[in-house]
């Protein structure tokens, strides 16, 4: 097996492992140990699946949709790290969160270019430019977001919460996109039906709004403490 074909099995493999993890990880209780465990399997999975993806697309980086790939991989390995240390985190934000508000910048920047880019091109359809925007904007309202962690000295109590909720959300939407939608043909052909695999994508937007709500509005007592690590 060429190393090639390996990257790509350690991308496929992963990217079921994620998707399988994650969706335990969102409905299990949180901060019991079936949410934390998971958790971690969902974090490692996905880096190792964005990581493989973000580097095959990168040696097809001439074609236009392997760039939305590159990009969707480097932002989604991001997302994942900095939730996870955001509820890991005992100390005040460092160098390591400064560089994350760095590398989200940079990603935003190079999507909007790649949207621009693609728009501006004759002949030019919402593909990839729309996507590219969108994934611009995110990451660079992740970076805000990061910086104003930074200079707030961290998060607590909801808002940290929040934050660690929405990036790993918005990772598994990516996750379950790019397979559901985006891999439909590996589906049989009776499954291949619009609204039938939109719909673990769309669940994982409903479950994410639902936290936020929950989380903003009425914070459970239990979440806190748990899944932030304190004792």
């Not at 989604?76 to 890991?88: I, S």
């Not at 939109?198 to 007592?221: F, G, H």
Request: glycine letters at 8%; a positive charge.
């Amino acid at each position: 097996m060429s190393d090639a074909s390996l990257v790509l099995l350690a991308h496929l493999l992963a990217g079921l492992a994620a998707i399988t993890a994650g969706f335990v990880a969102l409905f299990a209780r949180k901060g019991q140990a079936i949410h934390r465990k998971s958790g971690i399997v969902f974090v490692t999975a996905m880096v190792v699946m964005a990581t493989a993806g973000a580097g095959m697309a990168a040696m097809k980086f001439h074609i236009g949709f392997q760039k939305m790939n590159t990009i969707a991989g480097l932002f989604t390995v991001y997302l994942v790290v900095t939730a996870l240390l955001t509820v890991r985190r005992r100390s005040a934000p460092g160098p390591l969160d400064t560089a994350a508000m760095v590398f989200a910048l940079l990603v935003g920047l190079f999507a909007i270019w790649v949207g621009l880019d693609a728009m501006s091109r004759p002949k030019a359809t919402w593909f990839p430019g729309v996507p590219a925007f969108v994934f611009g904007t995110v990451a660079l309202l992740s970076a805000f977001g990061d910086f104003r962690m930074i200079r707030a000295g961290g998060f607590k109590g909801a808002r940290r919460i929040v934050r660690h909720l929405w990036r790993m959300c918005f990772a598994l939407f990516i996750a379950t996109g790019s397979f559901f939608l985006g891999q439909a043909k590996v589906f049989p052909e009776e499954l291949r039906i619009f609204p039938v695999l939109a719909t673990p994508v769309i669940l994982v937007l409903l479950a994410m709004v639902y936290w936020w709500v929950r989380i903003r509005v009425w914070p459970p007592r239990w979440t806190l403490p748990i899944l932030s690590g304190e004792r």
